[in-house]
T-cell receptor
Framework: ETGVTQTPRHLVMGMTNKKSLKCEQH?????MYWYKQSAKKPLELMFV???????ENNSVPSRFSPECPNSSHLFLHLHTLQPEDSALYLC??????????????FGEGSRLTVL | QQQVKQSPQSLIVQKGGISIINCAYE??????FPWYQQFPGKGPALLIA?????SEKKEGRFTISFNKSAKQFSLHIMDSQPGDSATYFC?????????????FGTGTLLAVQP
């Protein structure tokens, strides 16, 4: 596989459920990101990990819990979500710190519906 | 000051026409301005990007025009094709740190009619 892969592509969960989103990148990058995409809103940066260390938490509610066990994998653990959390969750990666390119490589996203 | 304002929200263009999407920013520390293209069911992908040391960058039918004094930049799609129908996001970021914090606009849904 190549690029950034996200699973599952679609997820429906109740407000009391616990689920996880998974992201895997095969690009050899060291930075990984979670973005939230809602209709008619800018892509919203949630979390940033660099070399497995969290470097950014953009005031995200604690019902979203990220995990980055290594530079290739990123998880977003979900629990007691609200209907307004329904959105497309995008994972992205970028190259190791060094020459500054600014390019993010996105996965296809996980469409989350909270009932 | 961290916002990037994008317009229009949606755009319909005839095949062969020119599509123009505009963005404006406030933060003068921004020094990298990419455009991302997103097709339905896919993640955004980098289309073209510009740095403020040039006023224009062209790649094939896609051109970014950059006006530093006005703090505006725009995407022009020449000879628009139905395959260009997608959502386009402008973004901005500033150099610094090991990771890239892109600030995105709200997106423009482009429909190119045959």
């Amino acid at each position: 596989e190549t690029g950034v892969t996200q699973t599952p592509r679609h997820l429906v969960m109740g407000m009391t459920n616990k689920k996880s989103l998974k992201c895997e990148q095969h690009l050899g990058h060291n930075a990984m990101y979670w973005y939230k995409q809602s209709a008619k809103k800018p892509l919203e940066l949630m979390f940033v990990y660099n070399f497995k260390e969290q470097t950014e938490n953009n005031s995200v509610p604690s019902r979203f819990s990220p995990e980055c066990p290594n530079s290739s994998h990123l998880f977003l653990h979900l629990h007691t979500l609200q209907p307004e959390d329904s959105a497309l969750y995008l994972c992205a990666s970028s190259p190791q710190a060094g020459p500054y390119t600014g390019e993010l490589f996105f996965g296809e996203g996980s469409r989350l519906t909270v009932l | 000051q961290q916002q990037v304002k994008q317009s229009p929200q949606s755009l319909i263009v005839q095949k062969g026409g020119i599509s123009i999407i505009n963005c404006a920013y406030e933060n003068t520390a921004f020094d990298y301005f990419p455009w991302y293209q997103q097709f339905p069911g896919k993640g955004p992908a980098l289309l073209i990007a510009i740095r403020p040391d040039v006023s224009e960058k062209k790649e094939g039918r896609f051109t970014i025009s950059f006006n530093k004094s006005a703090k505006q930049f725009s995407l022009h799609i020449m000879d628009s094709q139905p395959g260009d129908s997608a959502t386009y996001f402008c973004a901005a970021s500033s150099r610094g740190g090991a990771t890239n914090k892109l600030i995105f606009g709200t997106g423009t849904l482009l429909a190119v009619q045959p």
